[in-house]
């Protein structure tokens, strides 16, 4: 790595402050919020971390560490305090077929690759593109991902033993039915009364936290009989030992584990990013996009060495962080120290959590997500800007997070290029010389390059055309290869083109495409004037 590459890198992960985002200073109350808060995360980190674990075909205990690692790492050097990561379903479902045909080995060489790529993005600076993702994607996206939540935790809703866990929902299984249904309901109801009325009554204590807890203490006290933790799987088990993945190092193995650790490179940071742009929203507080990609990057690595099944940023768990009041890297360090904890000497009392309790909690980070003002924007917003919220939340939904936010950058950028497109237009007058000049107005580039040629009439024209690039901006290649189809068709009826006012990127662009042999000093203002010869390609001075 070049040596500016890993300056970059080390300035990048010097420890953060522990403060809010290095600004306001902690107070005891905000440490103890932020305590309570990481228990309560850590509490609805563990069925999310099992489950995944069931969808990528692995041990229960290989989501467990992913969601420990990756959670502590991200909590500590990520670009936005608040966030939560773990094992996420949206990367699980792309290791199934991984896991199924190489083994859990090449998974962990998978994850060590996927972080060494995503550590290269942060450094290479990739991250800052998150700000291409348009407003109405944003909507599609919070929208798409509230419903999976909402649907992963319909499994719950099944005999214990019978379940078939995926990562968009439901499938297989028998569904409860009778009392024990009901029980499931009015627990899940109830915990989302807590929910809504704790702040009503106090703020010390996070309201679901205090939801998971009422409802255990009343399901343990008078044993009542419904799904609980310790149904999915046992969560007991020691410290992650380090292990280097056992693979063959040889090129094969590349070619085997690469598209894997791009794709999941790639849906690691798009959701890690998303969720850092929504938390940040909500808290007022900026995050660093190429910190948090290196911080991704870094967990990932390290996971992928103490068989972990990696993870990224979890926008239902980072929202009841923030629910809850956690704001500073100790909410997250704290959820993770608990989940660990869990696992080693609190293992018999997490699995007597009922599932019920949980499901209620993450139905109240549903509702919250879920971005119910779309209804009312979608009605006052241009119709593509409302296709592409229904587009990317479907897309979400039936296919995965990654797809559906290309899908709507692609959409929206075909739809601005388009609505550019129709912008070209010009105005023409004629000089006192009996010269014709046309005032070109909008952008010029690929797609409106062929209305940009239909502007003129070399046919009709006088002898002496003038383009005026005044309030235009010549783009691409495209837009370059336009002008030159108009002066040839001038040049063909014998007619003199010139060109005016281009500005100093188009001047630029001109000199490094070879189309324009001028030097700037001779234009300083870049109030340019050039006439075209056709038979040597060559925009000269004028």
């Avoid at 522990?18 to 228990?39: A, F, K, M, Y």
């Amino acid at each position: 790595m070049p040596r500016a590459s890993l300056g970059t890198l080390t300035n990048r992960l010097t420890l953060p402050d522990l403060r809010l985002n290095g600004g306001d200073e902690l107070t005891p109350s905000q440490i103890r919020t932020d305590v309570l808060s990481g228990l309560t995360v850590a509490l609805a980190l563990v069925p999310e971390a099992v489950a995944f674990a069931f969808v990528a075909g692995v041990h229960p205990l290989v989501g467990l560490y992913a969601a420990f690692m990756v959670g502590l790492i991200t909590a500590v050097f990520g670009g936005r305090p608040g966030m939560i990561s773990g094992a996420t379903g949206a990367l699980a479902v792309v290791m199934v077929a991984l896991v199924a045909e190489h083994g859990v080995e090449y998974l962990f060489a998978t994850v060590v690759l996927m972080g060494i790529i995503q550590i290269i993005a942060g450094v290479m600076q990739w991250g800052k593109f998150i700000r291409l993702v348009p407003h109405p994607v944003m909507l599609g996206f919070v929208n798409g991902l509230a419903i999976v939540i909402f649907l992963a935790q319909l499994t719950q809703f099944k005999v214990p033993g019978s379940m078939e866990v995926s990562g968009h929902g439901a499938s297989g299984g028998d569904w409860l039915t009778g009392l024990p249904l009901y029980t499931m309901l009015a627990l899940v109801a109830l915990t989302m009364a807590i929910i809504w009325a704790m702040p009503k009554l106090t703020k010390t204590i996070p309201a679901p936290l205090a939801g998971i807890g009422i409802v255990a203490l009343l399901v343990i006290v008078f044993g009542i009989d419904v799904p609980r933790v310790g149904d999915m799987a046992s969560i007991e088990g020691g410290l992650p030992p380090f292990h280097i993945p056992a693979v063959p190092f040889t090129w094969e193995t590349l070619q085997i584990i690469l598209p894997y650790s791009v794709i999941l490179a790639a849906i690691g940071l798009i959701e890690s990013l998303l969720t850092l742009n929504l938390v940040s929203e909500m808290t007022g507080k900026r995050g660093g996009a190429s910190q948090e990609c290196i911080a991704q990057g870094l967990a990932n690595t390290v996971t992928g060495f103490f068989g972990g099944m990696g993870g990224c940023a979890m926008i239902g768990q980072s929202m009841i962080n923030v629910k809850s009041g956690g704001r500073t890297r100790i909410a997250g360090i704290c959820a993770a120290l608990f989940l660990l904890l869990f696992i080693l000497v609190a293992s018999p009392l997490i699995e007597q959590i009922p599932l019920a309790a949980l499901v209620g909690v993450m139905f109240m980070v549903v509702i919250g997500t879920f971005a119910w003002n779309s209804f009312r924007i979608m009605r006052r917003v241009p119709l593509m800007d409302a296709f592409v919220i229904l587009l990317v939340t479907v897309v979400t939904v039936l296919e995965d997070l990654a797809v559906a936010v290309v899908v709507g950058v692609i959409v929206s950028a075909l739809a601005y290029a388009w609505n550019n497109a129709k912008r070209i237009h010009a105005k023409s007058y004629r000089t006192p010389e009996g010269a014709k000049v046309y005032q070109v107005q909008g952008p010029l580039f690929f797609g409106s390059s062929e209305g940009f040629i239909e502007l003129f009439n070399p046919v009709e024209d006088p002898s002496r055309v003038v383009v005026d690039f005044a309030d235009s901006r010549v783009v691409d290649q495209s837009a370059l290869q336009a002008i030159e189809a108009v002066a040839a068709k001038y040049e063909a009826q014998g007619k003199e083109i010139q060109l005016r006012h281009l500005s100093r990127d188009c001047h630029r662009l001109l000199n490094k495409a070879g189309h324009l042999m001028i030097d700037s000093d001779d234009d300083p203002d870049y109030e340019l004037a050039v006439n075209y010869s056709v038979r040597t390609g060559i925009l000269g001075g004028h």
